[in-house]
């Protein structure tokens, strides 16, 4: 369950904030690699879609 919000966070950065704030409750400990790991791919969503905004303005 928890793979399905990150993906949502990936699609949706403004839940990012909020996923990371509940997270915790799902996976009480998590990999200090995982929150790294999820900040990573949010930033890499949000370059793709301002590129992606770019191509289309």
């Known amino acids: ?3 399905m ?3 949502m966070v990936e699609s949706n950065p403004a ?3 909020t996923w ?8 009480p ?3 200090p690699e995982e929150p790294a790991d999820l900040e990573q791919r ?3 969503h949000d370059s ?3 590129d992606e905004i ?3 303005a």
């Open 15 to 17: 839940l990012a904030n």
């Open 5 to 7: 919000f990150d993906l």
């Open 42 to 44: 949010v930033e890499q």
């Open 20 to 27: 990371q704030t509940l997270r915790p409750t799902f996976i």
């Open 29 to 31: 400990n998590p990999t």
């Open 1 to 3: 369950m928890t793979n």
């Open 48 to 50: 793709d879609l301002f």
């Open 54 to 56: 770019k191509l289309n």
